[in-house]
DNA sequence: AACGGTTTTATTGCATGCATTCCGTGCAAC
DNA sequence: GTTGCACGGAATGCATGCAATAAAACCGTT
């Protein structure tokens, strides 16, 4: 990880000499706008400090940046987010309540462990949710929102193709996102996204081997022909499989217990 | 402006080293400034104030005591749990990501408003999400289990019979989390209790009129007549039938104009 | 050297002070 | 009568200080 991403949250080191003005120059204050705004709109609403450090800690969190099982400090955290300690620990809150991070009372907070039995229980969870959303996209979505999914799908192919992982990841997660929203159901989206986060930390240890990434671009050809088509009992099969897939990639890595392996099974039932 | 003093002096002695007892987990009434003894109850356990704020804010507005788009203030819910802002506003950044408080930047807090499309789109989660309960019921669940939640559908039964609403409900409540929590699926059951919270809010609009209240029951009956005999296709029809009724109960009686969320007592003692 | 208990140190939990922002109010201008 | 704007009270956002707690270091005893 190169030490420039950092750079623009180290900004004043400062913050304890005497009582100044409010901070402004750690954390750039962007507008907490709906996406569109731009965030140098004049005018615009300043996003808090606890929500910038909130979004900047998941996002770190989730890229695998703060590894699992990592201690957070919070004199640390707020020298590099400069920051105080209030804000951030307002966001350590919310990042507990969403599952990335565990609070040991008194004894601060960690990023949660990759635990491999919790992993299948989202994932059981996440066959559920797909196969709504699939159905709610076969019938909701507009034609401009399968035309951009088709465009991220090209992305990512694009980048599978010159064998970029990390951005052929950010693709496939942005199709599985739009694939939820775009059926309508904000909720829905919201709950996908919230438990799609703490999954996507464990795709570090899953070895994509050459074989099963080409099997997996075919999985997404496939389940964007049947969105295309409307075709929802197809497109639910589709996930269905795909998600099975991902989730047998992972467990390779992380022995499952055969007695419990059944418990996270996803979600069985005919179309 | 007056440029306060500042001790120099920070590796100040600690007083005390005696094993005090932590401020309080029951939240005291009163300003907690006096380390002096308090009479408080002897099973005083370890628990945080913010989190003991979190369960109980979140209580009372599940259950109601905090009316939809009840402003909150914080001085006033700091006086009535008898804590400082900082471990409340913790827990309203928490409950503000659970979806049951929404912030207003610089502009305070409120209790969120019932949204009726919000209402529907988390119906619809809750019904894929039982789905895939009812199957990991069926499947996972002991006897034991099953007993215990037809343990709890007699008692509820019983608060039926007697036309005990409250009562009622709250076993209610009780037999689809369990069923949610019996097969064995920590996720599914922690993101069903989410979602319902957010919709349990708004069974005071829905007015449970004799016939329906009978059906209901009726209906529960049958679900539990076939979580007993593991049958999962027919739990899964039943509780997809269940949830619309539901839903559509909710819908009807729901007041048009969402600027009539002004029931239930937003603050006892405020101005 | 190992062990139990005590002091030290680092860190968390909470309360509080202050700057900033928002909103209502009153007054002036149109 | 309406609009615009300055002013003031009130509430929020954040930084910081202090007490409480757990881990680490220490130390004498066996």
Redo the contacts between chains.
């Keep these: 990880m190169h030490a420039d991403s950092y750079r623009r949250f180290a900004g004043r080191p400062r913050v304890t000499s005497?009582?100044s003005r409010r901070n402004t120059a750690a954390i750039p204050r962007r507008a907490?706008a709906s996406p569109g705004a731009r965030p140098d709109s004049p005018g615009a609403?300043l996003q808090?400090l606890?929500e910038a450090a909130l979004e900047r800690l998941r996002e770190r969190i989730v890229r695998g940046d703060l590894a699992p099982a990592a201690k957070l400090n919070e004199r640390v955290l707020c020298a590099q987010l400069g920051i105080s300690r209030?804000p951030l620990?307002?966001?350590l809150?919310?990042l507990?309540?969403?599952g990335l991070v565990k609070l040991l009372?008194n004894r601060g907070a960690v990023v949660s462990p990759i635990d491999p039995q919790?992993v299948r229980?989202?994932f059981?969870?996440l066959?559920?949710?797909e196969?709504?959303a699939g159905e709610?996209a076969c019938r909701n979505a507009a034609e401009a929102d399968i035309a951009e999914i088709r465009a991220l799908h090209y992305q990512m192919v694009a980048h599978y193709a010159r064998g970029e992982l990390a951005e052929y990841f950010r693709f496939n997660q942005q199709i599985h996102i739009r694939l939820a929203e775009v059926g309508g159901?904000?909720?829905?989206a919201a709950?996908y996204r919230l438990?799609n986060a703490q999954v996507r930390r464990a795709r570090y240890f899953a070895n994509l081997s050459g074989e099963r990434w080409a099997q997996a671009v075919r999985e997404h050809e496939a389940i964007l022909e049947a969105l295309a088509a409307r075709d929802a009992p197809r497109l639910t099969v589709l996930l269905r499989e795909h998600l099975g897939h991902k989730m047998a990639a992972f467990l390779q890595s992380f022995p499952a217990d055969p007695e419990?392996a059944?418990?996270?099974a996803a979600?069985?039932?005919g179309p």
């Design positions: 005497k009582p907490a609403d808090p606890h209030t620990r307002e966001a809150k919310v507990a309540s969403e009372p919790r229980e989202i059981a969870v066959g559920a949710l196969a709504l709610l159901n904000a909720a829905l709950t438990l419990t059944d418990r996270g979600s069985r039932g």
